[in-house]
C-alpha cells in the first residue's frame, strides 16, 4: 500500500539529449516538480526505454548524431502513438522545430530557457495527454456500463464526436444534438449525462414527435388538479423529474412555436408552472436537445423559433451517418450479434464475406437498419454462420464506384483507377479501396502534412501509409517526409 505521505508523480518524461549536463540540468529541474524522469542519450536509447516504459512526454534534443530528433519523433510516434513531444532547439533552428510540430509534435522551446517557460510548456502538454487519455477510455468504459457500442467506433467522424463529448460532459452548458433516424442521437445524450456531474440524479427522456402538442405541454410542465377534464389529481412535469439531472428533448423540431415560446421561458428562467397553477418553480435542469431536421433551415424558413434555437445551441453535437463511418461497421454488426447470440440458445458467427458484403452498403437506416439485418439474420440464417445471402440489402443503398478520384469529390492522383468498361456494379475490391482512399484524404485534410498524425488517426504505421498512398496513387502533401 501507498504511504499517505507518499507525493504522487505527477507524469512521467522522458529527457533526451546528448549532451550530458543540459540533460541532467533538465532532468532535475522536472523530478524537483514532482515528475517522473526517464534520461536518454541518444535516439535509439529514447527507443528502447519507450519500447519498455509507459511515457506521458518526450523531451528531446532536436540536434543529435547519429539519430536526430526528428527521426526520434517519427519512431517515437510509431511506437506509442498517443506520446505528447516537445523539441528542444537552439534558436537558429526554430524552422525545424516548426516541422517537428507539423510531423506530430506539441511543442517546441528554445534553448537557453527558463525554468518556467519549460515547466509551464511540460504542464500544458501533460494536461492534453490526460484529455487524450480521458477520450480513449470513454470508448470502453461507457459501452461497459452501458452496453452501448454504437457510440464507439474507431472512424474519424466517432472520434472527433467521443472527444467533444468528453470535453463539454463536465459542465452544465446546453448541448444540440444533430443527426439523421437512426445514427443514435439519444445514445449520444445518454453518455453526456453519464460522463456529467449529474450522473448520480435522473436522465428523463421525452420525444416530441410521438406527443401532440397539449399532451406535450402537460407532460414536460406538469399540471394542477382540475386543470383540465381528466385531471383528478396534481402531476409532477418532466422538468422536476429531471430536477439536478438531465431532460433530453428529442425531434424538438416537432414542435410548434406556442409551445417553443413556453419552453424558452422555462429555459430562460429556470422554473416551471404546472398548467393550471398560478405559481412557479426552481427546477436545476441540464439540457440536451436533438433534431433531425436541418434546424437552421427550420429558423430560415420561420417554423423554429431564432431565438430558442440559439438558447439549445450552446454547443452543437453532430452524430454522423452511418455511411460516413463505414470502417465502424463490423464492430457494430459483432456487437448486435454478442447481444443476439445472449438471447439466443444458438451461437452464430459472422462471416468474414457477409462483413465485407454489409460494407457494400450505405445503409439509409443508419444504425438502427443495422441492428434490425443482424437482428434478423441471427433469428432466420439456416446455419450457425451468418453468410452475405443471409442479409438482403436494397438495391439503391449500394456504394457506386468512382472511376476517378475527382468523380469520388478527391483530389486527382497520377492515374485514374480503371473500373472496367463493362462494369454494372462496384467490385468488393473497389469498395474497399474506395472506402481507404476516402478515409485517407479526409485525414490528410485534417492533419496536411503531419502524416504521422494522419496514420495515427487511421491507426496504421507511417510505412503502412505511405505503402496505402502509394498504390492508391495519391500525392502526398508538399513538404511531407516517409
Known sequence: MTDATTPVPRGRILVVDDQRNMRATTALLLKQAGYDIFEAATGEEALGVLGKERVDLLLTDLKMEPMDGLTLLRRALEVAPRLQVIMMTAFGSIESAVEAMRLGAYDYITKPFKEGEVLYRVERALERSKLQAAVDSFATDFAERHGLSALVGRSPAMRELTTRLVRVAQSDATVLIQGESGTGKELVARALHAHSRRNKQPFVPVNCAAISETLLETELF???????????????????????????????????????????????????????????????????????RDIELEVKEKRFRQDLYYRLNVVMLRVPPLRERLEDVPALAQHFLDRANARSPRTRRLSESAVEHLMTYRFPGNVRELENLVEQAAALAEGDELLPEDFPLRPQGRVLPATTPEAAGLPPSDAPRSTGAEATGPTLAEVVEDAERRAIVQALERHGVDLASVADELGVSSTTLWRKMKRLNLRPPAGARE
Do not use: W, Y
Open 222 to 292: 406538469g399540471h394542477a388538479k382540475g386543470a383540465f377534464t381528466g385531471a383528478v389529481r396534481a402531476r409532477r412535469g418532466l422538468f422536476e423529474e429531471a430536477d439536478n439531472g438531465t431532460l433530453f428533448i428529442d425531434e424538438v423540431t416537432e414542435t410548434s412555436p406556442t409551445f417553443q415560446s413556453k419552453l424558452l421561458r422555462t429555459l430562460q428562467d429556470g422554473e416551471v408552472r404546472r398548467v393550471g397553477e398560478s405559481t412557479s418553480l426552481r427546477v436545476d435542469v441540464r439540457i440536451a436537445a436533438a433534431t433531425n
